[in-house]
């Protein structure tokens, strides 16, 4: 199985675990295993105000799925149905034993998220795609027996493609894509299947006249310079033609998210810099959503108009919602305006920080190797 260049392909498994959190509390309490299970954030403001955060599939036969608000599957659910408050303790003990088991089949791991892990299994099965399907159904049912938990696996040469895969084999599936069709896979895929592709861009993508994967990967990345930059699009384009060599490397858990921004004016005025920060916390709590982490601490780091940079910080008590972490962000400015009378900000961040580990090994070189 040789490609033009004569490098033999790398051969790649995508792994993600089916409707995580709720199958967990499934395995915990077995007379849930036929009814709906829906695995909630709760805000804390009423009896069902907050987020779905993980519902098993009878649960979305009914219309369920993560990121609805509770009061909606509520109405969507018969009475039986099971709605349990989010247990991510347990949900991190389940994931760190699959990324052990997966470690035992791969030459190198990512752990991409609480529930996936991409794996390099090249070396593991001497390029051979017949080897890796068996890998595969050998990891599904270990998997089942040792844990309890049923999953789905892509394979393809490249990372993006075995993602791709798994997501459109799910649940409890595989699926193999071998190199020589890794063009006809791609090509009738809608372009929100490619990882990073979302609404507005699609939509934007339309426009153009370009719905699939295969029109995606003929375009010339110019095409898109004014839609999403040429950086961004020659990575489009390369992604959708299945094209991406990108090399797994072992990652451990993520120790800090932040984002800082410069306001428009120096200013002391706490209302205008929350306005001007809004956006960020929103993609930082996006971000921790898509790896499944959760802070325990948020921080604010800001740099005065004479350059001095301050900090502070504290720890997020109970489930972290865009309205705790905006109210905790006022408070912090607020005694720190009130602290220094006479300052006026000229940059502000958002600093999230002491995340629960999502899985995989948390050793001293996972921290130095990968996260300078
Ligand atoms: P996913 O793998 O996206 O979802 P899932 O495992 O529940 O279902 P699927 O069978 O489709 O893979 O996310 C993994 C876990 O992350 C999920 O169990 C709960 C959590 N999660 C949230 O809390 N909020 C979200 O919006 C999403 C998408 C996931
Ligand atoms: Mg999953
Ligand atoms: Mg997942």
Redesign the pocket.
């Known amino acids: 199985m040789e490609s033009e260049g004569g490098v033999a392909p790398r051969v790649v498994a995508f792994v993600?675990?089916?409707?995580?959190?709720?199958q967990v509390e499934e395995i915990q309490r077995p007379d849930l295993r036929d009814k709906p299970v829906v695995?909630c954030?709760y805000s804390g403001r009423g009896p069902t105000s907050g987020v779905v955060?993980?519902a098993n599939y009878v649960a979305r036969s009914y219309g369920v799925r993560?990121?609805i608000p509770i009061s909606r599957a509520v109405r969507l659910l018969p009475p039986t149905s099971a709605f349990l408050p989010v247990r991510m303790q347990l949900y991190s003990e389940f994931s760190s034993r699959v990324m052990t088991l997966l470690r035992e089949y791969s030459d190198r791991l990512r752990v991409e998220?609480?529930?996936?892990a991409s794996m390099d299994i090249t070396g593991r099965v001497g390029g051979d795609y017949v080897r890796a399907e068996t890998l595969a159904r050998e990891i599904k049912e270990r998997m089942r027996q040792e844990l309890g938990l049923k999953c789905t696996i892509g394979i393809a040469p490249n990372r993006t493609v075995a993602k791709i895969a798994a997501d459109l084999s799910?649940?409890d599936g595989m699926k193999v894509v071998i190199p020589s069709q890794v063009r006809s896979f791609l090509s009738p895929l809608d372009v929100e299947k490619l990882p990073g592709v979302g609404r507005k861009l699609a939509k934007a993508l339309e426009g153009l006249g370009v719905r699939t994967l295969g029109q995606l990967a003929r375009l010339q990345p110019e095409a898109l310079e004014e839609v999403v930059g040429l950086k961004r699009a020659s990575y489009l384009v390369r992604a959708a033609a299945g094209n991406l060599d990108e090399i797994i490397s072992e990652r451990g858990p993520r120790k800090q998210l932040s984002r800082i921004i410069t306001l428009k004016m120096d200013t002391r005025d706490v209302d205008e810099i929350l306005e001007q920060l809004k956006p960020s916390l929103g993609q930082l709590i996006e971000k921790m959503?898509e790896g499944?982490t959760m802070a325990r601490n948020i921080g604010i780091y800001v740099v005065t108009e004479d350059l001095q940079p301050i900090t502070r910080q504290r720890t997020i008590s109970g489930p972290i919602s865009s309205d705790t972490c905006y109210e905790a962000i006022r408070r912090m400015l607020t005694e720190l305006v009130a602290d220094k009378p006479t300052i006026r900000i000229r940059r502000a961040g958002i600093r999230f920080s002491g995340f629960i580990a999502a899985g995989g090994q948390q050793t001293l070189t996972d921290f130095t190797a990968d996260n300078p």
């Open positions: 993600d675990l089916d409707y995580f959190f709720a695995v954030v955060s993980s993560a990121g998220s609480i529930d996936e799910k649940p959503r499944m």
